[in-house]
């Protein structure tokens, strides 16, 4: 066994841990093995997935908006999924849940320091 065979283990117990401030680094250090390259990109592929409203949420003062494992596969669809899973070492399934459950908080702080940007959708 490899030194990097139990990656997605690893990772999910690190993302639970951490401060909210280390997420963003630790999304990004994955996310460069894969061809996303970064979070910027990530996030824009979710917005063009139809979640535009809920990851304007993660940003700010409001509530953030919450979102489903279902929604984050259907927003990124079953390849870009799967390029996700090997990057994280999970299975699809479990990368979605990850990215449920970590990606608002880490959203919102890698947009508070400008590391990344999120459009908003006004209602008017």
Do not use: C, N, Y
Request: aromatic content about 6%.
């Amino acid at each position: 066994m490899g030194i990097f065979d139990d990656f997605g283990t690893t990772f999910e117990k690190l993302a639970g841990q951490v401060d909210s401030g280390a997420l963003p680094q630790l999304f990004r250090t994955v996310l460069k093995r894969s061809d996303f390259g970064d979070l910027q990109t990530l996030v824009s592929r979710l917005q063009q997935g139809g979640l535009t409203e809920r990851v304007g949420s993660w940003v700010g003062q409001q509530p953030a908006a919450s979102v489903s494992a279902h929604d984050i596969a259907a927003a990124l669809g079953d390849d870009r999924m799967s390029q996700l899973s090997q990057a994280f070492g999970l299975t699809p399934s479990a990368t979605s849940e990850l990215l449920a459950s970590k990606l608002p908080q880490t959203v919102s702080e890698a947009s508070r320091h400008g590391e990344i940007a999120v459009r908003t959708v006004v209602k008017g």
